[in-house]
């Protein structure tokens, strides 16, 4: 994770608009966040993985999209500045295909001051599109974490753009392995990565054990559609809990944040 000089400036340069309960909100996850992170750096100097942060917004009833392939914005103002300070304070940040597919995001940092982290996009059937945003803001060009049986035409394609392809192995169901694809970017200079979604995404690096801190935002609605956790039953049974449990409110949304509970 980046330092604290970093985390701190996008907090009081950019929450001018802000309450003061929301400032002090975003400012108390950002240094927990900063704080986890170089307590994990320091538990685990050989560990082969970078910090892990999973950071997603639901509605009251643990919805994340009104249905599945459909956009739905759930985080309020406030609560988006949250994430971009968070997304400042990171190596990387990690989404799935879906996630391009449905929303071709950004993923940089526009709301607070502070640098943009390097998008990583899991995509094994390589769908990622040749006019994504990702190709075309002139920012980081993404890397992409693929199979090895992924179109080489369309590979070929996608690096001319500046991407860059990560070929890794996958499990049964045809997935990135996530253990294999957290040590490659380490490897990379990756120290710490925010994991955005979508459900498959989530789930995944929950079942792989792979998650250190969870901030979640919760939005004041109900929303019939999409749970976060779209997997939930194959790891329900050794399901991980969160210690150092804190809610902060930000504008009108509740913000959890907490470390995963080791064993």
Request: avoid cysteine.
């Amino acid at each position: 994770m980046r330092n604290s000089k970093t985390i701190k400036a996008a907090t009081y340069d950019s929450a001018g608009g802000q309450s003061d309960e929301s400032s002090s909100a975003i400012q108390a996850i950002l240094e927990k966040s900063r704080n986890a992170a170089l307590e994990f750096s320091t538990r685990a100097r050989r560990m082969e993985r970078p910090f892990v942060t999973l950071s997603f917004a639901q509605s009251l009833n643990g919805s994340i999209a009104a249905r599945p392939g459909e956009q739905l914005i759930l985080s309020g103002a406030d609560s988006m500045i949250m994430t971009h300070g968070l997304r400042a304070a990171h190596d990387a940040i990690l989404v799935g295909i879906g996630t391009i597919l449905i929303d071709n995001p950004q993923l940089t940092v526009r709301l607070v001051e502070g640098h943009s982290p390097q998008p990583i996009v899991i995509d094994s059937r390589l769908r990622f599109p040749l006019n994504a945003k990702l190709l075309m803001n002139g920012n980081k060009p993404p890397w992409i974490a693929t199979s090895g049986t992924a179109h080489k035409t369309k590979a070929e394609s996608l690096r001319r753009r500046g991407a860059r392809l990560i070929t890794l192995p996958t499990g049964v169901n045809g997935r990135i392995k996530i253990g294999p694809l957290l040590k490659r970017i380490r490897r990379l200079g990756v120290r710490s990565v925010m994991v955005e979604g979508g459900a498959r995404i989530i789930s995944s690096f929950l079942e792989a054990g792979m998650v250190d801190q969870m901030v979640i935002t919760i939005a004041p609605v109900f929303v019939d559609g999409l749970n976060a956790f779209e997997t939930y039953e194959n790891f329900k049974p050794s399901a991980p809990r969160l210690n150092n449990i804190e809610y902060h409110k930000a504008g009108a949304d509740l913000i959890l944040r907490g470390d995963i509970e080791r064993p």
